[in-house]
């Protein structure tokens, strides 16, 4: 993979970029609106989402993007307050955010786990849910659904 390669790759991750109010819909709880903001890293090589939830049983946490330099894939490195360390595959094309979580990394792999979100037309509103199975051979269950809705502040620009 060439440079500017990559540097389309990247590109394509520019829709996520600012601040988003994170809405949960977890089964039986009321949940508040929590806080995601992703923005650029060193110098535009990395994607770094950082994620508030206002609720003491869900964690706090920090992602960062990157995209392999040999193959233009995309992996998404995960972290939270509970100390939980994992790494996800991710694609996103087409307005369609997919993150893959089936192999144990550095958090042992008691289930399978993956997200998949849909970007709205006017980019400001991605509509998604995270899915699990509980073993390997296990059919994927709806865990929760999960909504970006963009922030948008006066006049600040959002880009690299």
Do not use: C
């Not at 950082?50 to 995309?74: F, H, K, L, Q, W």
């Amino acid at each position: 993979m060439d440079a500017t390669a990559r540097r389309e790759a990247l590109e394509r991750l520019d829709v996520l970029v600012g601040e988003w109010v994170v809405e949960a819909g977890l089964p039986g709880v009321d949940v508040p609106a929590g806080r995601s903001v992703f923005e650029w890293a060193l110098d535009g090589s990395f994607l770094v989402q950082r994620n508030e939830v206002p609720v003491p049983e869900a964690p706090d946490s920090m992602a960062i993007i990157a995209v392999d330099p040999e193959t233009g894939a995309y992996t998404q490195h995960y972290f939270d307050s509970r100390g939980v360390v994992r790494v996800y595959a991710m694609t996103f094309a087409d307005g369609v955010w997919e993150l893959l979580r089936e192999e144990a990394d550095f958090s042992p792999l008691s289930f399978r786990q993956r997200f998949t979100g849909r970007v709205s037309a006017d980019g400001d509103t991605i509509r998604g849910g995270w899915e699990l199975a509980k073993d390997g051979a296990a059919a994927w269950e709806k865990d929760f659904e999960l909504t970006y809705r963009r922030k948008h502040s006066g006049g600040t620009d959002e880009t690299r």
